[in-house]
């Protein structure tokens, strides 16, 4: 199975569909977000130089992730395929993407696009709370936990992301508009970008992903 991206503007449902399908896949996910805000709350050099990006809602640089992700393609597990969820984001980073795959025979396999209405997003990242344990996503109005702040299931206390707060919503939105969009010609032109309606619930936008990357 070869690697994949999940592109798709921030609340698209990227981490929620890429844990269902590495599940359903049997290979891994690897988020980049998760990777930078674990660095961040272990303080490590790297947390403290992307620190300052995340909460104000841009783009950690090109070299940091791209270093990132070479990292972690090296991992074991990355062997048979993985989902990549929020990397490449800018026409550098795919290309960098691309070469690092081609050193070892490989290319990416489908780049699905979660498309998402701007104004659904906001309503949903403005809304979106997280437990702090285990990671379980909330939403305080489309998906209230049982207990107010509590994860119903693990009792960990939930937070909204420094960058969740609806005025950093909106610069992360135009972020996306201005680095991240011009990957779909980027891709179209590979042949390999499979464009799916995220505005729908979970259950229907995966069923949309499998039949994207099984159609091809
Ligand atoms: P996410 O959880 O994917 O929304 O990522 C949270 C934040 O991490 C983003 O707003 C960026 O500041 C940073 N980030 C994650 N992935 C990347 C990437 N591929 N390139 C640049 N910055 C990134």
């Given at each position: 199975m070869p690697p994949m991206v999940l592109l798709g503007p921030p609340g698209a449902g990227k981490g929620t569909q890429g844990q269902m399908l590495a599940e359903e896949l049997g290979i891994p996910q690897i988020a980049t977000g998760d990777i930078l805000r674990a660095a961040v709350k272990a303080g490590s050099e790297l947390g403290q130089k992307a620190k300052s990006y995340m909460d104000a809602g841009d783009l950690v640089p090109d070299e940091i992730m791209v270093g990132i992700i070479r990292d972690r393609l090296q991992q074991p597990d990355a062997g048979e395929g993985y989902i990549l969820d929020g990397?490449?984001?800018?026409v550098a980073q795919a290309e960098a993407l691309d070469d690092m795959l081609a050193a070892i025979g490989q290319k990416l396999d489908h780049v699905v696009h979660i498309d998402v209405d701007n104004e659904l997003l906001v309503k949903r990242l403005s809304g979106r709370v997280i437990c702090r344990d285990c990671g379980a996503t909330y939403h305080t109005r489309f998906n209230p936990p049982a207990k107010d702040r509590v994860c119903d299931l693990c009792g960990g206390e939930l937070f909204q992301r420094e960058d969740d707060q609806e005025k950093t919503v909106r610069s992360r939105l135009a972020v996306f508009q201005e680095r991240t969009q011009p990957l779909v010609e980027y891709y179209r032109q590979q042949g390999i970008y499979r464009k799916v309606d995220g505005d729908q619930d979970p259950e229907t936008v995966r069923a949309r992903i499998l039949q994207a990357i099984e159609g091809k």
């Open positions: 990397f490449p984001r800018t």
